[in-house]
């Protein structure tokens, strides 16, 4: 039977006695429905994961026991990626999140672009800032990962900052390509800038340019807009991240 992984936002150390908090209690008593004697583990989102039993269950209430010691880390990727990709309709932008955190993303940024249409603002833009977040909580979950993806703030591409140090950037365009060349042979950080369902505009894909990104093209078909990301991410990480055939 496989052992559930739940994210708690608790400190967690071995040994030590524990009352889940709400969220992990409701989704351990009540989605999964676990009782006294069942075994999960737990991460909070500092790398590591902790092995426990529930030793109590009530109706608000899920007491654990956590282990002796601490599980072997899920292996880190060697490549820092930031997605930077434009909002999208509906639960695209949710599976993008969801899988961008399964292949090993370490931030994204969500962007409001020239050709993107949808409108968030208030409290409309922090509630579904929180559904990303748990969105992104439930794959580390599924995936094994014991850190947790960095989801800034939704922000205007034109007010981006993308300055990491030594980074390659590329720009996912259709109509434009340049071939990966040696110097980019080895790097420890990418960024990959998306667009929406309609994609960039010319002027954000020149602007994007005269910042440094380098335009890249998949391949002769045109892709969705969330699974353009996903094929990227899969490219570079195979290529300077662990992502390997064996």
């Known amino acids: 039977m496989r052992v559930p992984r739940i994210y708690v936002e608790q400190a967690l150390a071995v040994n030590q006695e524990l009352i889940l908090d709400e969220r992990a209690a409701h ?13 999960l583990i737990l991460f909070n989102g500092d790398g590591s994961a902790y092995p426990a039993s529930i030793v109590e269950v009530g109706k608000k209430l899920v007491q654990c026991q956590l282990g002796h010691e601490t599980m072997a880390p899920c292996p880190v990727s060697p490549l820092n990626i930031e997605l930077a990709i434009g909002i999208s309709k509906g639960d695209r932008f949710d599976w993008v999140i969801q899988k961008a955190t ?14 993107g249409d949808v409108k968030l603002n208030g409290e409309r833009l922090e509630k579904k800032q929180r559904h990303w977040q ?16 960095k989801i800034h703030q939704a922000q205007r591409l034109d007010e981006w900052n993308n300055t990491a140090h030594n980074a390659i950037k590329l ?14 042979s080895t790097t420890s950080s990418a960024i990959l800038l998306v667009g929406p369902e309609g994609g960039l505009s010319e002027t954000e894909i020149n602007s994007s340019i005269q910042q440094g990104f380098q335009p890249l093209q998949l391949g002769p078909r045109v892709l969705r807009t969330e699974t353009a990301p996903i094929a990227a991410i899969s490219i570079i990480q195979h290529r300077w991240g662990d992502m390997a055939w064996t």
């Open 27 to 39: 989704y351990v008593s009540q989605v999964l429905r676990m009782r006294t004697g069942r075994e």
């Open 171 to 184: 720009v996912l365009c259709p109509s434009l390509h340049s071939p990966l060349t040696e110097s980019n």
């Open 102 to 115: 399964e292949l090993g993303v370490n931030t994204i940024t969500p962007l409001f672009t020239e050709r």
């Open 134 to 149: 748990q969105v992104m909580i439930s794959a580390c979950e599924q995936s094994g990962r014991n850190d947790l993806v």
